[in-house]
């Protein structure tokens, strides 16, 4: 789930920062659970999933309109376009985007389709590029990088055209503690990531997100339902196994306490460096040092903060068995020298490809390739997976409050 580093860089700012109230309770109540044969925050007994929701193409569709389409989703960090005029072209859900830092420094997200006959204005995907403004590379529309249209080759052809009228599908779409945030529905007009986040909106102000820089990404799809990722990430039931040989080190005592924030959750594991919070006051606590915080925001991001890096994943649906995954590094400052950016690089590499890419996304696509076996009609859960149980509830509990809303 997460990684240490050997080479670790101390950052001074972030130590010091005190926790909030919910931080600080979480913090407290690992410290005071640990040798406890069980924790405050267990289920009274085990749970299940029902294991179609993984693979059944009925679902994956109602998952599509009730969830993805309507609510906030987390796009990366802001400072991955940090210069005005960078551009990602990104194909979610069936939506072509543009996410563009236009002239003025501030942050769209268009639809990537022209607004004449359709056609498609950046080819490159998932990839940064920069440019002055956006050309369609079939009859030459020409558009500003806040999508407006510009520009129309033989005008005389329109005589009534309402270039106003014809910019690019603007999404709603905000950049809040750094992240982009935008609703999937070209026909929404308004975004309230502040209402959206809840509680979790002041944790990611005093984990001081908004001032972090871009460090690396990748972006792949992989062939398993995107829960199976959330999953894996809202329990430390696998650390021992799963991550023998990679990150266990790290979390010789791997226990958890956790709360629902709204549909979100703030999971806070021990780390091998907890029992030293102990002789500490609690201004001195750390959730990067002494644990691993993590914050699963509804419904496919999951923001990791390492000791001195934070990941941010997404999960984007295809199809019911394939989801494009989004890893992002952020680091609380540029690289100072060679040294800093090796470490860091090594850090991304480790975590990117050692442990989410050949662990946790390997191990739910070998459950993905095992569901319509019919082994499992349901998936049973541990008193100790009750945040996965409550993300599924969450799941049901959203579609069938959309569609009850729709009906
Ligand atoms: S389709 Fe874009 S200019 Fe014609
Ligand atoms: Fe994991």
Known sequence: MTVNSANRIPDPA???????PPLHRLFARLLAEQGAPEGADWDPREGSVDASVYRDPAFHQRELDAIFRRMPLCLGHADQLREPGSLIARELFGLPL???RDRQGEIHVLLNVCRHRGARLVAEQESVCRKASLSCPYHAWNYDLDGRLRGVPGAEGF???????????????QVRHGLIWAIMDPQGSDIDVAGFLGGIDDDLAVLGLGSHRFFSQHSRRGAANWK?????????????????????PFFP??????????????ILVARDRLPEAAALSPAQWDVRQHATLTHAIF????????????????????????MQFVHTLFTPH????????????????????????SEDLFISEQIQLGLASGANARFTLGRFEQHLRRFHENVRTVIDRAEGAAA
Not at 164 to 173: I, T
Not at 228 to 248: C, G, N, P
């Open 299 to 322: 419904p496919n991001s999951l923001l990791i903060y390492h000791p001195d890096a934070t990941s941010h994943m997404a999960m984007f649906p295809i199809g019911p068995d394939q």
């Open 334 to 357: 540029e690289p100072r020298n060679d040294k800093e950016r090796a470490h860091w690089a090594r850090t991304f590499k480790l975590i990117d490809e050692g442990v989410f890419g």
């Open 159 to 173: 005589p009534t055209l309402d270039k106003d009228g014809h910019g690019l599908r603007r999404l709603p779409a």
């Open 253 to 266: 005592d791997p226990r958890a306490t956790g709360e629902g924030e709204g549909l979100h959750t703030r």
């Open 228 to 248: 199976l990722m959330m999953d894996a990430f809202q329990e430390v039931y696998h650390i021992r196994r799963l991550h023998s040989s990679t990150i266990s």
């Open 98 to 100: 543009l996410i563009v």
């Open 14 to 20: 972030a130590a010091d920062l005190p926790l909030n």
